[in-house]
């Protein structure tokens, strides 16, 4: 799977998709949303926070 990408200017910080799929989506210390840095984005998970997500930032 490619890497997720958080298009943050539509992000409203509900932390949805860190719930979901908190390996993948974490909170930066400026309490945006961050994709983590990993060799292998788990698909499942991704779709899960995708499909969750109120303003379908993540893509």
Do not use: D
């Amino acid at each position: 799977m490619k890497t997720p990408v958080v298009e943050l200017s539509a992000c409203i910080r509900c932390g949805v998709c860190v719930e979901v799929c908190p390996e993948v989506f974490l909170w930066n210390p400026a309490g945006y949303i961050e994709v983590a840095g990993l060799p292998f984005y788990r698909e499942e998970g991704v779709n899960e926070a995708v499909k969750h997500c109120p303003t379908q930032c993540i893509y």
